[in-house]
């Protein structure tokens, strides 16, 4: 990855796992499915210098492409190097978007692969998505099953590459005390589990860097 994305990664990684549920309810009331956790990402990462915003993304059904619609996070790098992307793509959840059922070890071994949280261009993007559509394939055929609509390269595609609007805040926020805790439950249980997952996947790196310091060690004779 290019320095500003892993600056960004990190500045990512290290505002989410300082996210806590009470902070969830600050932002809106009714049932969010993760909105709230974007939004408040959203708002920490411009606190921090960055211009981001949550994008949603509605597309659509054409041919054998299902319509649909999507939420994500974007920021827009004024000051990217010369011939690359200016806009960062940020799926706080990017794993879910290729769980299918029945899947095999390989297939399963490939997602727990991918990073919790996306950060990165849309072209690199794309590279993930191909990678994720062929090994699906290759899962289901093991299973006897076909390729669903919404695991096909296009519709995929269409989640992030949709024509979107750039929110800097929900839409219809309520006003101060109009939260109820029991309402953002099931997005204080998607926070929870992302965190625990983004702390293992650290731990993995850091436990990987270990392991080739140490392999780098032996090939040069050191002690």
């Not at 993007?125 to 390269?153: E, H, I, Y």
Request: hydrophobic letters at 40%; glycine letters at 6%; one cysteine or more.
């Amino acid at each position: 990855m290019p320095q500003h994305e892993t600056e960004v990664l990190s500045a990512v990684r290290t505002l989410m796992l300082s996210i806590k549920e009470k902070d969830l309810h600050s932002v809106k009331s009714g049932t969010c499915n993760a909105s709230c956790i974007r939004f408040y990402l959203a708002k920490l990462l411009r606190l921090s210098g960055h211009n981001a915003a949550v994008c949603s993304a509605r597309w659509q059904g054409s041919g054998k492409v299902p319509g649909g619609d999507n939420e994500y996070i974007d920021i827009i790098m004024s000051d990217s190097p010369v011939g690359q992307d200016d806009r960062l793509i940020i799926d706080i959840d990017f794993r879910s978007h290729f769980e299918i059922a029945r899947a095999v070890d390989s297939y399963q071994r490939i997602m727990e692969s991918l990073p919790v949280v996306y950060v990165g261009t849309v072209a690199r993007l794309n590279q993930f998505l191909q990678v994720m559509v062929d090994a699906a394939k290759f899962s289901l055929k093991q299973n006897s099953m076909p390729l669903p609509p919404w695991r096909s390269l296009n519709y995929l595609q269409s989640k992030w590459l949709s024509p979107y609007k750039r929110h800097l805040g929900p839409i219809n926020q309520e006003g101060p005390g109009m939260f109820s805790p029991g309402l953002h439950r099931q997005c204080a249980e998607n926070l929870m589990r992302l965190q625990f997952a983004l702390h293992a996947e650290q731990e993995a790196e850091r436990f990987v860097k270990k392991k080739k310091s140490r392999e780098r060690m032996r090939i040069h004779g050191a002690p």
